[in-house]
DNA sequence: TCACACCGTTTCACTTGATAGAACGCAAAT
DNA sequence: ATTTGCGTTCTATCAAGTGAAACGGTGTGA
C-alpha cells in the first residue's frame, strides 16, 4: 500500500463500514463475504477492536456495532453540523415547500444524510438519517462532488450560487434542488437539500423554493 | 503484541479513542500527546481513517471525528438497547425519585452513560450521553464488572437480585443504586441506575427505589 | 444414523507492512 | 533576528500481519 496509509488499519475499517441498517449484526462468516478478508484475518482484527468497544459480539458470536461508536458519534454531532443548528433551517424547508428536506455530507464516494425533516406528505422521498446514497447521482451529490474538488464536467446544472436543480437522479420520479453550505473558513460542510415527487416538485416549485433555500444555506455558516 | 489481536488497529482505535466531548477538536501534537504515538504515525493511521469517513481534517490541520463514526453510532443505537425501549423506564424512574436515572454499559475498563433522564431537580447528579466514567467507582461500575466476570471481592454490596447500593463512590456527597439488565440469552445488557444527592437520596429512599428499579430492569429484558 | 458442508478457531511460515528517528520547511513566538 | 514547535517526508529496520491449512464442532439432508 502507500506508504502513508496503513493497510490493516483499513481492513478492519471495512469490516465497520460493512454494518448498516439492513445488517446490523452478522457472523463471522457474513463479514467474511461482505469484505473479502480471510476468516483469521477478522478475527485478529475484530478482537482489538472490541477491546476497544467498537465492535461487540454476542454468545452466539454474532457480531455488531459496539458503544464505542456511538459515543464518538456523539461527539461528532456536537460539531458544527449539530442537529440544533441544522435543524431549525430543515424545518422551515420542510414548511414552506411541503417536501422532504435534508442535509448530507460527503463519506469517501457516498453520501450520507445526517439530518432531515421529511414531508408531512403521505406521498413522498422518504429519508431516515444516517442512510448512505451514491455520490454519483442526486442533487446533493453533484453539489457535494463539485465543491469538493471533483470533476463534474457540465457546469450547466449550477446556478452562480452553485445550487442544482435536477429531475430522476436518484429516483425516476423524484426531483431536488441542493445548494452547498460552507464553513466560516471556506471548506464545504455539506448540501442543503429539497427533494420530492417530480409531479409534485416541478421545475416551478423548485425554482420558488430556490430562494429560501440559499438564504438558509448561508444563515447556516455563522457557525464556528 | 499477542497474535489474536492487531496492533496497529488498536493504535488507530487509540486516536479515535482519545477524543471527547472536552476535546472533540485536536492538533497532530495534542494526539501525540494524548496517545503518546509519534507524529508519523498519525499521519498514516489518520489518512486511512479519513478515507472512510471515521476521523475529518480542517483546513488548519486539526483533527474532529468523522461522519461515518455517527452513521454506525446510529446501527448501535438501533440495537436491544434503543432509546425507545430504555426511554421509558428512566423517565418512570426520574419521577418516581425525583433523581436522575440512567442506563450504562461497559467499554473495557470504562462504563458508558447510554441514555439518562436527568432529575427534576437543579440540584443533581447531571449526567450527559456519552459520558465515560470510570469503571472502579460507582454503583453500575460494581455491577456491570460483577456480571461481566470480573472479580469484585466482597459481595457483600449486592442483594440477591444483583443490585448495589452505594453512597460517595462517584462523588462523596452522590449515592447510587444500580441493577443489571440482562438480553433473553442470558448476557448482560447493561445496568440500570439511578443517582442523587446523598442527603437527599439516602438509605430509606434508595431501599425504597430498589423495586421499582427490579422491576423495570426484569421489563427491558422482553426485547431481543 | 451417517456423511457432508460450513462455521469458527488455531497455528505458523513467509512476506510485507508499519514504525519511529532524522531531517526539513514553515510559521509563530520571543 | 533567532528560537521553538508543528506538520510533513523519507527510509532502514524489524516486527507485525496475512492467509493457507488443519481441526473440532454443529447443523442439515438423505
Redesign the interface.
Known amino acids: 500500500m502507500a ?8 481492513r ?3 469490516i ?2 460493512a ?3 439492513q445488517k ?1 449484526v452478522m457472523t463471522l462468516a457474513e463479514i467474511a463475504e461482505e469484505t473479502g478478508l480471510h476468516k483469521s484475518t477478522i ?3 475484530t ?3 472490541q ?4 465492535i461487540q459480539r ?3 458470536g454474532r457480531y ?16 458544527f453540523t449539530k442537529r440544533e443548528h441544522v435543524a431549525p433551517s430543515l424545518r422551515i424547508l420542510a414548511e414552506a415547500t411541503g417536501e422532504t428536506a435534508s442535509f448530507y ?1 460527503r ?2 464516494n457516498e453520501r ?1 444524510c ?1 439530518y432531515r425533516e421529511n414531508s408531512p406528505n403521505l406521498l413522498r422521498f422518504h429519508v431516515e ?2 442512510m ?1 446514497l451514491k455520490l454519483s447521482t442526486g442533487a446533493s451529490g453533484l453539489v457535494l462532488r463539485h465543491f469538493s474538488g471533483d470533476d463534474v464536467g457540465d457546469l450547466a446544472h449550477f446556478n452562480r450560487n452553485g445550487t442544482v436543480s435536477t429531475v430522476g437522479q436518484t429516483n425516476p420520479n423524484i426531483s431536488s434542488v441542493s445548494t452547498p453550505v460552507f ?1 466560516n ?3 464545504l460542510a455539506g448540501a442543503l437539500t429539497v427533494s420530492g415527487l417530480a409531479t409534485r416538485f416541478d421545475e416551478e416549485a423548485r425554482a420558488n423554493a430556490i430562494p429560501l433555500l440559499e438564504s438558509l444555506a448561508k444563515s447556516l455558516m455563522a457557525a464556528d
Open positions: 506508504t502513508n496509509r496503513t493497510e490493516s488499519v483499513e478492519a475499517l471495512s465497520l463500514s454494518f448498516s441498517t446490523p478475527l485478529r482484527l478482537n482489538s477492536m477491546i476497544y468497544g467498537f454476542d454468545e452466539d455488531s456495532v459496539g458503544p464505542s461508536v456511538w459515543r464518538l458519534g456523539l461527539i461528532f454531532r456536537r460539531d455530507v463519506v469517501g450520507v445526517l438519517e444516517g448512505r464553513k473558513t471556506g471548506e
